[in-house]
């Protein structure tokens, strides 16, 4: 078993009896509060949740993002995920394909086209591989497995937590612009629970991204994944950084404040109304990981489904409770934010597209 298929399972296993969470801080999309209504005036039925992201549109503004791949039994979970994302319309995204790349018997893993043709699929390369690696060998990979988009995770948290992990995040920005100028499926950069804030949105903007995933704290915290498989969850001198990042609503306001850039809001999203807070904060559309992973152990396909069906009838549900037919309704409809999220967009001079603020009139 290669040290890299030996990564991967391990990565799965912690995710068997539960995700591996935040310890002490949340996503603070609990900081933002919509004003009922009482009188909604329209059916539940007639709510649209429909929306466009990397210039697709979709049905709903939710996607599983990547999280696994280079085993067979991620080749297993890869494609079961993939049918449910195609079902409800959604994206699908698989885990880092260095696996396949260094080792091309792991192909398999990664194909889920065979199960759901019409999945919008995205691929995935860390920004230190894209960076050290032929953009034709990257492209390659892609077209393997039929992506239609390419994820590239920012985790430098995530890699220096790692015994083995990369120590050298350096011409990251110029691989972003060749990969923009030369592949020809868009670009999205994610985080893997950090965040992404206003000055890495900037900098993404500049090298031609224009959709970014800001994958905050408050979810899965990957620097824990690392520490526990290191036996380090414990000591002091690396579990500071297990909540180490910008909580997600935080990341969402940045990073959505940058003109011309989409943002998928991760980290942390676990009900309908969490989607609402963070579509209502900027983000396009949502995606989940942990969630899906988690109900596909607990349940397989049928707990999946499950998982799907009440985040997005949690998600129209706010949508009625708030009088609002759409998505686009819903970010203009009244809203308070307030707390630690108020405190930090005060400090940052960030001040969000749609929302009326406590006490800052």
């Known amino acids: 078993m290669s040290q890299i298929e030996k990564r991967k399972r391990d990565h799965l296993k912690h995710f068997r009896n539960g995700e591996v969470p935040s310890r002490s801080r949340t996503t603070w999309l609990e900081c933002v509060e919509f004003v009922h209504d009482s009188l909604p005036e329209l059916s539940l039925n007639d709510i649209d949740l429909s929306t466009t992201f990397a210039g697709r549109k979709f049905p709903v503004p939710l996607t599983i993002t990547g999280m696994t791949g280079g085993t067979e039994e991620a080749g297993e979970i890869n494609r079961a995920l993939a049918r449910c994302a195609q079902d409800f319309g959604m994206g699908f995204g698989v885990g880092s394909q260095r696996a396949m790349i260094d080792h091309p018997e792991l192909i398999d893993s990664y194909r889920v086209k065979q199960d759901a043709p019409n999945v919008f699929l995205m691929g995935n390369i860390g920004g230190v591989q894209l960076a ?9 990979a892609l077209e393997a497995i039929e992506a239609d ?42 985080e893997t629970g950090a965040g992404i804030g206003l000055k890495t949105a900037v ?22 994944v690392e520490l526990l498989r290191r036996g380090l969850e414990n000591d002091p001198a690396f579990n500071c950084f297990w909540d180490w990042g910008l909580p997600t609503a935080a990341a969402i306001v940045e990073a959505s404040s940058v003109n011309g850039v989409e943002v998928m809001a991760s980290g942390g999203i676990r009900t309908g109304l969490d989607m609402a807070r963070a ?6 559309t949502c995606g989940i990981a942990a969630p899906a992973l988690r109900a596909w152990f607990e349940g397989g396909e049928k ?7 009440n985040l997005l009838s949690g998600l129209k549900t706010t949508l009625c409770l708030c009088a609002c037919k759409n998505l686009d309704e819903l970010r203009r409809a009244p809203k308070i934010v307030h707390s630690d999220l108020k405190k930090w967009l005060e400090q940052r001079g960030i001040r969000p597209k749609s929302l009326s603020y406590l006490g800052m009139e």
């Open 303 to 309: 707990e999946l489904y499950n998982t799907i069906e």
């Open 203 to 224: 900098k993404l903007q500049e090298t031609g991204v224009r959709y970014i995933d800001v994958s905050g704290v408050g979810g899965t915290s990957w620097v824990g």
């Open 149 to 190: 988009a390419l994820c590239v995770h920012l985790n430098p948290a995530q890699e220096l937590a790692q015994f083995e992990g990369d120590r050298d995040f350096s011409g990251i920005c110029h691989a972003l612009a060749e990969a923009v100028t030369n592949l020809e499926i868009p670009i999205i950069a994610k």
């Open 279 to 284: 579509l209502a904060l900027g983000a396009t």
């Open 132 to 140: 050290n690696r032929s953009l034709d060998d990257i492209a390659a």
